[in-house]
């Protein structure tokens, strides 16, 4: 598998060896937006084909707007056959390290998020959880955030993942990697990431998959998220020309994805050939 | 001069030979906030008290939320002497190097900070400027003043100051450079700094006052942007105990002032002692 080429790949091992599909969702699968967002053309289809053929697949999104439960619905909407456990997603991660080492969280999470976090203890909070907060992102609750950080002895602040930026209907948005960086700089401290691009996120979503990486392919838009981190576990990466792509994303100075295709039906297409 | 003991320093030759003064205002001078802020006790008579001593004197700031006419005449109403051409700020600083690279700003600044501009050529904007815009920090303008960098084939953005934080009478605020920080990262950029800690700041400042680095000393809050940036360009800086000062400041790992003094007042019966 080298570069797609007019309509193909040329051939490689680890290609026919895959067992696995990681699929990232946003600009993937569709592109959000404040209507909720439209199904990229072929995603619907290529879903469906990689379950008929057998391979293993798990969504495995840094998605922080909405519970699971939420943004699973949305997709069942448009049509994507999706459920709720085929989810790995940064919050509920997050809840089991909150648990792990008694850390009692002050939210700066977009509301449709709060859910998640029901069953944590919030009073008197001892750090700080960052999600794609959206609107939340005001400039008094930045502050807030920033002043309960400040006040302890030693700040800790976990992120929901670290992405620059994302691509909505109505243009490109700052994601929570911009304002996780903006805290850390004011508080002098480094974030703890949840989410992609994580080592054990990662891993998370091929133990729950069943499959070890070197048989995994990760497919996702994001050079450094979600190409780079899958690669950094072993995987091998593909970078899709939807969603946040960007033609300079190919003369990335870091990240080289294993190949690119045009988007996830393409990809489909071709893994399902080298089968 | 060593650190402050009880109610004095020991002598040193540079305290000896200082023949200009740089003062930061914010947390020196006063104590900004919502309703105007609060001079900070014996800080009036101290400017008072430098006027009358011969030594030449000048204001050193990073204030980013209004023209200098403005500040000004605050300060002025609290009863400080002080006038607009003594006072060395970013926004002047940054329309001289907009003109002189032909730069058409973005402007991401306080709305009272717009009419310093009023005479830079904003159309189809080749940069963005970002200053302490405080409630025009919403999540809209932020991503907005990002599309701008974004989409410009090499990024050009300008900071008016770095600061990480400061203090209003309603608490701990972020400062610009926690904003200059999410849209460096999210566009993979560095942004140019104009105001404290950059050298050529303090350059102009002391340039305009006519007192090579050696005889000056700078006095402020910040031990970054004001005492770390002071020293390299070759000035002694004192850090007052008042406005952003916080005990740990006492332990940072890279900056030392050459003196801690309790507040303005104190420093300038320390040094007006030593002439």
Sequence with gaps: LGSAGRGGWEMAAWARAVRGLLLDISGVLYDSGGDGGVPIAGSVEAVR??????????????????????????LQ?????????????PAPAACRILKERSLRPHLLVHNDLVPEFAEIDKANPNCVVIGDAAENFTYANLNEAFRVLIGMEKPVLISLGRGRYYKETDGLKLDVGAYMKALEYACDVQAEVVGKPAKMFFESALAEMGVPPEQAIMIGDDIVNDVGGAQRCGMRALQVRTGKYRPCDENHPHVKPDAYVNNLAEAVDIILQQL
């Design 49 to 74: 084909r990689i379950k008929a053929s057998g391979l293993k697949l798990r969504f495995c999104t840094n998605e922080t707007q909405a519970t699971r439960e939420k943004f699973v619905k949305k």
């Design 77 to 89: 909407g448009m049509g994507f056959d999706i459920s709720v456990d085929e989810v790995t997603a």
